[in-house]
């Protein structure tokens, strides 16, 4: 029904019922001329007023308008603002992605903006630590929103990231949870509902997790360093870790400087010459002799070609390697029956 709302002739409608000056100070106030919202403190420059005697000559224009006969004219004009703003988001929308919804010319979102604001259906909840700027016309669905998006944020884990289909399914559940009407627990309402939370967000590659994790809020090479070698799903050389980042980033990262940052991460594990993994992988830290002591102490004494088997698992090197460190006598005994255990 938007489609046929002209928003600036209504606009310029309900404006014509004010006096010239609170007329020209809700115009400044919300950007209805050039595109640019004035604040109360420049507009009491300009009239050489106090800003707070702005703010009251704008209380006045919009409580003068909503009591005009021109803004019962435009009813149904206010009515199918309700109508697409339930349809987009039942009771609750995202400012910005609900005023791009409505119109395409950027141009036109302070008048689609002005209109919200006069709109005795509309009520405006400003942004906070967890919410973007959003518009109410359900405050139960608003408030079971809010829970929801609340028990999801607080459900991931610092490392947590998942495909947006896997978020949603999520989503969805914590809605039921929260009592959200079934009409609404579907995927198009939580994907948009989605837009309001702080708290959940995805990252370059498309993964959803907590913005408060570097591997959704990644800041440097070690952070997409651990994003990149994530989605590889394998060890890999750190020069393929560098191009890697600026392939996917378009970040500039030096091998040197990449390679450095990974020995100096916990979250990585050297398994080979040049080679990393994530060590949520399972990866053992240390270098061979480290791993077979690891492997010994956990298993007790062990043939040579089980050693061989156990630490190819954790270790890209060649069976030769370990062999050689098996021969260290300060760290390893070899049994009258071929096994060896840690000394």
Not at 170 to 191: C, D, I, M, T, W
Request: glycine letters at 8%.
């Amino acid at each position: 029904m938007t489609s046929i709302i002209k928003f600036k002739p209504v606009a310029k409608r309900l404006l014509a019922v004010l006096p010239d000056r609170v007329r020209n100070v809700v115009v400044l106030r919300f950007g209805l001329e050039d595109g640019s919202r004035q604040t109360l403190e420049s507009i009491g420059k300009r009239y050489g007023v106090t800003r707070e005697r702005i703010r009251q000559i704008e209380d006045f224009g919009l409580k003068s308008i909503r009591k005009s006969d021109a803004y019962t004219n435009e009813s149904d004009t206010f009515l199918a603002l309700e109508q697409s703003m339930r349809e987009y988001g039942g009771g609750i929308v995202p400012e910005k992605e609900f005023l791009s919804s409505l119109h395409k010319d950027d141009d036109m979102y302070n008048h689609i903006y002005f209109l919200l604001m006069l709109g005795e259906p509309f009520t405006k909840e400003r942004e906070n630590d967890q919410f973007t700027h959003r518009w109410v016309v359900d405050a139960d669905i608003a408030g079971s929103v809010h829970l929801a998006l609340q028990s999801l944020a607080k459900s991931f884990g610092s490392n947590d990231l998942m495909t947006e289909d896997e978020l949603v399914e999520r989503f969805v559940a914590e809605l039921g949870k929260h009592s959200v009407p079934v009409s609404y627990r579907e995927p198009v309402y939580a994907r948009r509902w989605l837009d309001l939370s702080k708290e959940v967000g995805m990252n370059p590659l498309g993964e959803w997790g907590s913005t408060f994790s570097p591997n959704v809020n990644a800041r440097g090479i070690r952070d997409f360093a651990y994003l990149v070698i994530r989605r590889h799903g394998s060890p890999m050389h750190f020069t393929e870790v560098a191009g890697a980042i600026e392939k996917s980033f378009n970040k500039k990262a030096h091998v040197a400087t990449c390679h450095n940052e990974l020995i100096k991460d916990t979250r990585f594990v050297l398994v080979g010459r040049g080679l990393y993994a994530l060590k949520e992988w399972g990866y053992a830290e240390g270098i061979v002799r480290d791993v077979i002591c690891d492997i010994l102490e956990k298993h007790g004494p062990l043939s040579r070609d089980a050693i061989v088997e156990y630490v190819m698992k954790e270790r890209y090197v060649k069976p030769n390697t370990i062999l050689v460190n098996l021969q260290n006598g300060t760290h390893f005994r070899k049994n009258s029956d071929g096994t060896y255990q840690v000394k």
